[in-house]
């Protein structure tokens, strides 16, 4: 099992960058694929990044890339969330998640078997 806390969300203004941070604690975290997926209210939980264990593949939503950066230390069990040139179209409660068996497809919600409790970013215009 794997516990996952999401920080780094806040309120900016477009234009601006955050850094998420998703802290794991668990035996197999380092062996996870690990997403970044968003929620916007009234809307259905988007994907943003993955990024496999070794931290050698990562994949994007075409809309994010360029902007958004995945990244991970697996000595500090840290995922990161690099977002620059933030819009207010970004503005969703953040969730990263756990894939342990790397099983599924890396874009869907239903392959990931633990989630964070999410972290709130707002973007204002």
């Known amino acids: 099992q794997v516990q996952l806390v999401e920080s780094g969300g806040g309120l900016v203004q477009a234009g601006d960058s955050l850094r998420l941070s998703c802290a794991a604690s668990?035996?197999?975290?380092?062996?996870?694929?690990i997403g970044w997926f968003r929620q916007a209210p009234g809307k259905e939980r988007q994907f943003v990044a993955a990024?496999?264990?070794?931290?050698?593949?990562?994949y994007y939503t075409d809309s994010m890339k360029g902007r958004f950066t995945i990244s991970r230390d697996n000595a500090e069990n840290t995922v990161y969330l690099q977002m620059n040139s933030l819009k207010p179209e970004d503005t969703a409660v953040y969730y990263c998640?756990?894939?342990?068996?790397?099983?599924?497809?890396?874009?869907?919600?239903?392959?990931?078997?633990?989630w964070g409790q999410g972290t709130q970013v707002t973007v204002s215009s």
């Open positions: 668990g035996r197999t975290f380092s062996r996870s694929l």
């Open positions: 990024i496999t264990w070794t931290g050698l593949t990562r």
């Open positions: 998640a756990a894939n342990h068996d790397s099983s599924g497809n890396y874009n869907d919600p239903g392959s990931y078997d633990n």
